[in-house]
């Protein structure tokens, strides 16, 4: 069985994934405003991903006995001044959800809730990934400064990001 404490902090984490979701989804309307719709896809397909984390911690919470409690989902930021600014922030909260997987991994090893530590691995893993994809994005934006041609390119590259679902096929039902 889960510990309550576990349930909650699981529960608190489906809606920090939607969050992030939610996040994406809006830094994609504002690429979509600035007509790039390349930097778009990569959001899209970013918020998708969230939903998909989020639920990933629905099902495991179900398949532990738990109960998924649904929250209300913050209001995020809608407006930024570059695209250098939205993968800065795309990455700072990423380094946030690291934070929040490594707290319930600390909790799962105090509990020694051995099957949450193993369940949280995954996310472990996908959080390097998460980070890294966003600060390279940073990095190429800061490379690239207010040339014109070189975001036109960039744009180009992210238009080819594409969900890979085989990833999450096993937490289907
Ligand atoms: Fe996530
Ligand atoms: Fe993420």
Not at 27 to 46: I, R
């Amino acid at each position: 069985m889960l510990s309550k404490k576990m349930e909650e902090q699981l529960n608190e984490q489906i809606n920090a994934e939607i969050y992030s979701g939610y996040l994406y989804y809006a830094m994609e309307a504002y690429f979509e405003d600035e007509d790039l719709t390349g930097f778009a896809n990569w959001m899209h397909v970013q918020a998708q991903e969230e939903l998909l984390h989020a639920h990933k911690f629905f099902n495991y919470i179900n398949e532990r006995g738990g109960r998924v409690r649904l929250d209300g989902i913050e209001t995020p930021k809608n407006d930024w001044d570059s695209p250098l600014g939205v993968f800065k922030e795309a990455y700072e909260h990423e380094t946030k959800v690291t934070e929040r997987i490594n707290n319930l991994y600390d909790l799962a090893l105090e509990d020694k809730d051995h099957a949450t530590a193993s369940f949280l691995k995954w996310f472990i893993d996908e959080q390097v990934e998460e980070e890294a994809s966003a600060d390279e994005i940073v990095n190429k934006l800061k490379r690239v400064g207010d040339s014109g041609h070189g975001i036109f390119m960039l744009d180009n590259e992210l238009s080819n990001r594409m969900l890979d679902t085989a990833e999450y096929a096993e937490d289907g039902e």
